[in-house]
């Protein structure tokens, strides 16, 4: 069964550097999101991502957030210089296509950011 | 008001059992509804989709009451696999953003 990946599963850095997260969709899907979810607390939207571009992103997303397709396969998450208050879990998510049924998301395992 | 809402839990039930969740949402035009589960500091894990005819999927029934904006999921026969937080999760019409709640904590107990 055709699954989401992401890579590193934790992260760990110091605070004000820059860390790129990396996940790879479904190959055949064309929407991609990012989620992130601080340790006791529900999950959150950071940004949407589809034909090259941002279709949405939330209050959250900053301009330390940025997002990328570098190739046509990897979808990544930079964090310019990141600060205690981003340490979460960020999922990477995709779907096939704008309304039902296309449009239920599938989560990949996430990567744990810790920001010392 | 938030604009998903669910009881928080947990819910501690015997194995066999037979519980619902329920779930409130604030936006009128939202079009897709979900239930996943989440187990603890995993993924969000789709359970299933919800349908306005509601739907079933073995021990699971999923709800749907538009007119009040509101959604069920109803598990029965419990198992100690079903241990998990249960999350409602609405997806906006603009940009497919999906909203979750908070969750509600399922404890299965032999």
């Known amino acids: 069964e055709p699954e989401v990946t992401q890579t590193p599963s934790h992260q760990v850095t110091q605070m004000g550097q820059e860390v790129i997260l990396r996940c790879v969709p479904i190959?055949?899907?064309?929407?991609f999101y990012w989620y992130r979810q601080i340790l006791g607390q529900k999950v959150e939207f950071l940004v949407s991502f589809y034909n090259n571009e941002i279709s949405e992103k939330s209050e959250i997303f900053d301009d330390q957030f940025s997002v990328e397709r570098p190739d046509g396969s990897n979808f990544t998450l930079k964090i310019r210089s990141t600060k205690l208050e981003d340490s979460a879990m960020y999922f990477c998510?995709?779907?096939?296509?704008?309304?039902?049924?296309?449009?239920?998301?599938?989560f990949g395992p996430g990567t744990r950011l810790t920001v010392l | 008001r938030k604009e998903v809402e669910q009881d928080p839990g947990p819910f501690n039930v015997p194995e066999g059992a037979t519980v619902a969740f329920n779930c409130t949402y604030s936006?009128?035009?939202?079009?897709?509804f979900f239930w996943y589960r989440q187990d603890c500091r995993k993924e969000p894990k789709l359970l299933m989709s919800v349908y306005s005819s509601g739907n079933e999927d073995g021990r699971f029934t999923a709800q749907l009451n538009r007119a009040s904006q509101y959604i069920s999921l109803l598990i029965r026969d419990s198992k100690l696999s079903d241990s998990a937080t249960y999350l409602c999760?609405?997806?906006?019409?603009?940009?497919?953003?999906?909203?979750f709640g908070a969750g509600t904590i399922l404890r299965v107990k032999s």
């Open positions: 190959s055949n899907h064309l929407y």
């Open positions: 936006n009128s035009a939202s079009q897709s």
């Open positions: 998510a995709s779907s096939g296509g704008p309304g039902p049924p296309g449009d239920t998301q599938y």
């Open positions: 999760v609405v997806n906006s019409l603009y940009g497919n953003k999906l909203v």
